[in-house]
């Protein structure tokens, strides 16, 4: 086994948070715009069963971060899904999963974007991308005062972004149209099974997000037993609440009315203006700000903990006084802010990170097979332990279902795109093969618990 290169490398934990802080930061990680902005495209797709095809979402979701929640309950994930990687395929695949990981956070632009569309529709007289920047700028200063500071915002942000989705559905509830129950009706499935998987495919991209929480296990006390716990708990709240939004969206206005739009077309015509305003603000943009918020801190942690292993230059590993690691949120900062103030297009680059992002997913479904084997000592005290045979088979769903989505959102990228995305995969792996040299890594079955 090898040695660490420097004491920077040691087991640092934090463990500063529990399980319902963990639950709030895993909730503001997976409501964002997703919930606001893709059920008119389903509605589109499948009409009013929109409500059922959000709920199978969530469970199709759970199903793909499955081995992650397996993992995480084993092992100690400080580090997140590096640390999966690492400890499971061995250093090479660690740094070539890092060094992808590293890049492609640019989507955090266009989310930054979409946050100052919505600010927009609020006040036409912003600048969309002024409001981008304004936000993104916001939630790294926050993140730059630590976890607990971060913590605590999230709290109170996703409390009323959880109050703003329940008013919409209440009021939605009361302002129902007649066929809404009429599920022998053509508005129901109108896309037929097709179009009912199409539009669950789709949804289901907004109902992973939570897993990004695994990057923040260094934070976490009890994390085999906390963090896989927040996973599911995160999961079962957002399948009531995303099926029942979805249910509201699609049975209030006729169909075509909806198909295509986002919630906040819905939300217009049965909120009275100044619950509706609420709603906005609460609603989408918080969404989108808990998103951010959560974002900034588990990627930090992924990057620092590598950082301590060598795959870069070590003193990038420092926290600052309030144990943040200050210069990983910054490069987190620019690689979100630098392509709104250049005005570059966000979409192109984010449709060019998505095979990398999923190779990635490939490679840590592959780790997953060798948990059982490689600790099986740790793999008997897990909360989640089942007989290795049947995991095995749940392990192959879970493969199956990602294999699945990534050929369903692969279909659509054209050729260049493809070109683009393994080009930049090759050079960032074949930086961090040049890289291994510097790094070292050890840890026992101890740091592992």
């Known amino acids: 086994m090898e040695t660490l290169a420097t004491p920077a490398a040691t087991v640092q934990r934090r463990e500063q948070l529990g399980l319902f802080p963990l639950v709030t930061i895993a909730l503001g990680m997976v409501i964002g715009s ?62 070539i999963y890092i060094w992808n990981f590293m890049i492609t956070h640019v989507a955090l632009s266009m989310t930054g974007l979409i946050m100052g569309n919505y600010v927009q529709s609020i006040i036409p007289s912003v600048n969309v991308s002024v409001a981008a920047l304004i936000a993104v700028t916001i939630f790294y200063v926050i993140n730059i005062f630590g976890i607990s500071v971060m913590s605590k915002v999230q709290n109170v942000m996703v409390l009323f972004l959880v109050a703003a989705l329940l008013i919409f559905v209440l009021w939605g509830l009361a302002n129902l149209s007649d066929s809404a129950f009429a599920f022998s009706s053509s508005d129901y499935f109108s896309g037929g099974f097709t179009g009912f998987i199409s539009a669950m495919v789709l949804l289901s991209s907004s109902t992973t997000s939570h897993q990004l929480l695994f990057g923040l296990g260094g934070d976490v006390r009890q994390a085999r037993n906390n963090m896989p716990r927040a996973i599911i708990i995160t999961s079962a709240i957002i399948l009531f609440l995303y099926g029942a939004v979805g249910f509201v969206a699609a049975n209030v206005l006729p169909v075509e009315e909806v198909a295509g739009k986002t919630l ?4 217009q015509r049965i909120l009275p203006f100044p619950v509706f305003i609420f709603f906005m603000i609460a609603g989408p943009i918080l969404a989108i700000s808990t998103t951010f918020n959560g974002i900034f801190p588990s990627v930090a942690r992924t990057m620092q903990e590598a950082c301590k292993h060598g795959w870069f230059p070590v003193r990038m590993a420092a926290e600052n006084r309030f144990g943040a690691p200050y210069w990983f949120l910054t490069i987190i900062y620019l690689v979100a802010a630098v392509p709104i103030i250049l005005g570059f297009s966000v979409a192109a680059e984010a449709n060019t990170m998505l095979l990398v992002i999923n190779i990635n997913k490939i490679i840590l479904l592959i780790g997953a097979f060798k948990l059982p084997k490689k600790y099986p000592q740790l793999w008997e005290m897990s909360i989640l332990h089942i007989p290795n045979w049947l995991y095995y088979c749940v ?48 840890f026992t079955i101890e740091e592992l618990k």
């Open 264 to 267: 906040t077309v819905v939300a």
């Open 34 to 95: 997703g919930v606001v902005g893709l059920i008119g495209p389903s509605v589109a797709l499948t009409g009013r069963s929109v409500g059922l095809a959000y709920a199978a979402a969530v469970v199709l979701g759970l199903v793909t971060i499955l081995p992650g929640v397996f993992i995480a309950s084993t092992i100690r994930v400080q580090g997140g899904e590096y640390r999966m990687v690492q400890v499971l395929m061995g250093k090479h695949l660690s740094g």
């Open 395 to 442: 392990i192959a769903v879970c493969s199956l279902c990602q294999l699945l989505i990534i050929y369903n959102s692969m279909a659509n990228l054209n050729i260049n795109i493809v070109i683009v995305s393994l080009g930049v995969m090759v050079v960032l792996s074949i930086c961090a093969l040049l890289r291994v040299k510097y790094v070292r890594t050890s």
